[in-house]
């Protein structure tokens, strides 16, 4: 088997280029990896003997975080292959415009209904500026029929981090992607929802962290972040400056390397979302999900574990809460014109999956005031499928890395059946 590192020749603001790296605690779940030879967190994972059908190749979107504090985007685009892949499972088609799953097989995979959400605000947010937003925007929109999203209808709004619209930080092509993915699928899941884009200066927690209290404070009840960092014994400040918000459902991402913890994934005041790898199939409920072996799971070194959460394993937070689809292999369709490649596309990683439950939030209604948005999936686990089956890793075969009944670490309680476990 050959392991090389790869990197993208697109540097973001600062200079970096959008290089990756892996921890060793993902060994196991590249392992798994490599028999569908994809790419994960920037390392491909070659070999003649194990290639899958139609050779899928993926690539992550944001620079790795280098430094203590900064944040990487969690978007895994598809670069190439799936085209046999995609006959035989109802997976992706790169090759085709667009290709991917669209609004549709999201409602009908997570029992959703065409309606509901009107005038409700789900925030993203996001570092660097995404020129094109508005405009991919309406094309994925259009594309599938929704009703149009602008700047002049007042259903989309984008800000940077003060507020202002005029105030907007620098490009970067990287983090353009992860946008257009981003507010495609708010679209996607609650057409019917405003969107609120708050732009962060940089990728450090300091400024993502000013935009996610920036976002509740223009009246979102619904944040959604799809971006990760190493856990820090700063944490426990970031979680009381930045994420505790009662009443407002405050969703992130929960990884794509695999079992081990990331931030603010890892804090007690949201909604961990982990991922699955989605199929049709001829079940009753028509697909199929298993634990995507990129979803990020485990138990956190440093947040203490929330009063609903009450598995045995972890003493401290233990994540997932929940999860949708995330596999680049089952992945979504994306459209995104800033920077390189440019058109329809497609996307995995938990950067699908967090705005997905935000937006299914936002369709079941306004939290009350003072509640805790994260602890509802918990009251009511009879209106989830639980996803039994697949692995991220090595937890010595526990629950913290494997699909099983009942709580999980890569799904959590497991993907979406209607509104009913996100209602308050």
Same mark, same amino acid.
């Given at each position: 088997?050959?392991?090389? %590192?790869?990197?993208?020749?697109?540097?973001?603001?600062?200079?970096?280029?959008?290089?990756?790296?892996?921890?060793?605690?993902?060994?196991?779940?590249?392992?798994?990896?490599?028999?569908?030879?994809?790419?994960?967190?920037?390392?491909?994972?070659?070999?003649?003997?194990?290639?899958?059908?139609?050779?899928?190749?993926?690539?992550?979107?944001?620079?790795?975080?280098?430094?203590?504090?900064?944040?990487?985007?969690?978007?895994?685009?598809?670069?190439?292959?799936?085209?046999?892949?995609?006959?035989?499972?109802?997976?992706?088609?790169?090759?085709?415009?667009?290709?991917?799953?669209?609004?549709?097989?999201?409602?009908?995979?997570?029992? %959703?209904?065409?309606?509901?959400?009107?005038?409700?605000?789900?925030?993203?947010?996001?570092?660097?500026?995404?020129?094109?937003?508005?405009?991919?925007?309406?094309?994925?929109?259009?594309?599938?029929?929704?009703?149009?999203?602008?700047?002049?209808?007042?259903?989309?709004?984008?800000?940077?981090?003060?507020?202002?619209?005029?105030?907007?930080?620098?490009?970067?092509?990287?983090?353009?992607?992860?946008?257009?993915?981003?507010?495609?699928?708010?679209?996607?899941?609650?057409?019917?929802?405003?969107?609120? %884009?708050?732009?962060?200066?940089?990728?450090?927690?300091?400024?993502?962290?000013?935009?996610?209290?920036?976002?509740?404070?223009?009246?979102?009840?619904?944040?959604?972040?799809?971006?990760?960092?190493?856990?820090?014994?700063?944490?426990?400040?970031?979680?009381?400056?930045?994420?505790?918000?009662?009443?407002?459902?405050?969703?992130?991402?929960?990884?794509?390397?695999?079992?081990?913890?990331?931030?603010?994934?890892?804090?007690?005041?949201?909604?961990?979302?982990?991922?699955?790898?989605?199929?049709?199939?001829?079940?009753?409920?028509?697909?199929?999900?298993?634990?995507?072996?990129?979803?990020?799971?485990?138990?956190?070194?440093?947040?203490?574990?929330?009063?609903?959460?009450?598995?045995?394993?972890?003493?401290?937070?233990?994540?997932?809460?929940?999860?949708?689809?995330?596999?680049?292999?089952?992945?979504?369709?994306?459209?995104?014109?800033?920077?390189?490649?440019?058109?329809?596309?497609?996307?995995?990683?938990?950067?699908?999956?967090?705005?997905?439950?935000?937006?299914?939030?936002?369709?079941?209604?306004?939290?009350?005031?003072?509640?805790?948005?994260?602890?509802?999936?918990?009251?009511?686990?009879?209106?989830?499928?639980?996803?039994?089956?697949?692995?991220?890793?090595?937890?010595?075969?526990?629950?913290?890395?494997?699909?099983?009944?009942?709580?999980?670490?890569?799904?959590? %309680?497991?993907?979406?059946?209607?509104?009913?476990?996100?209602?308050?």
């Amino acid at each position: 088997m050959r392991f090389t %590192l790869g990197t993208s020749r697109t540097p973001d603001p600062s200079g970096s280029p959008r290089a990756h790296h892996t921890r060793p605690s993902v060994k196991a779940g590249l392992a798994l990896a490599a028999a569908a030879g994809l790419t994960v967190s920037g390392l491909v994972v070659a070999s003649a003997a194990t290639a899958a059908p139609g050779g899928l190749t993926t690539a992550h979107s944001c620079a790795a975080a280098k430094k203590s504090g900064q944040m990487s985007c969690l978007a895994v685009k598809v670069t190439g292959g799936a085209s046999s892949l995609a006959r035989s499972t109802g997976a992706v088609r790169p090759a085709d415009a667009p290709s991917g799953f669209g609004p549709a097989d999201l409602r009908s995979a997570y029992a %959703l209904p065409d309606t509901g959400g009107d005038g409700a605000t789900v925030a993203i947010v996001d570092a660097y500026d995404d020129p094109n937003a508005e405009q991919d925007l309406a094309t994925y929109r259009s594309t599938y029929g929704l009703p149009a999203c602008t700047t002049a209808n007042g259903c989309f709004r984008k800000v940077g981090q003060s507020g202002s619209s005029s105030a907007l930080p620098a490009p970067n092509d990287g983090w353009a992607e992860e946008i257009s993915l981003d507010v495609d699928m708010v679209s996607a899941v609650c057409p019917s929802c405003h969107i609120l %884009l708050v732009e962060a200066d940089s990728s450090m927690m300091t400024d993502l962290g000013s935009s996610v209290n920036t976002a509740v404070s223009l009246g979102a009840k619904y944040v959604s972040n799809s971006y990760g960092g190493g856990e820090s014994p700063a944490d426990s400040s970031y979680d009381t400056s930045y994420f505790d918000h009662p009443g407002v459902a405050v969703t992130v991402s929960a990884g794509d390397a695999g079992y081990g913890v990331e931030y603010p994934a890892g804090s007690s005041y949201v909604t961990a979302v982990g991922g699955t790898s989605l199929t049709k199939d001829s079940s009753a409920r028509g697909w199929s999900e298993s634990a995507w072996a990129g979803s990020g799971s485990g138990c956190s070194a440093y947040d203490t574990k929330p009063a609903w959460q009450t598995d045995s394993g972890c003493a401290n937070r233990a994540v997932a809460d929940v999860s949708a689809v995330a596999d680049p292999a089952t992945g979504v369709a994306v459209h995104d014109t800033y920077g390189g490649d440019g058109g329809w596309e497609v996307f995995g990683g938990t950067s699908v999956s967090s705005p997905i439950i935000a937006s299914i939030y936002a369709l079941a209604g306004t939290p009350a005031e003072g509640s805790t948005p994260s602890s509802f999936p918990y009251a009511r686990t009879g209106d989830l499928n639980d996803v039994v089956g697949g692995s991220n890793g090595e937890c010595g075969g526990g629950y913290l890395c494997t699909g099983l009944a009942g709580f999980d670490g890569p799904t959590g %309680l497991g993907t979406p059946n209607g509104l009913g476990a996100f209602t308050g």
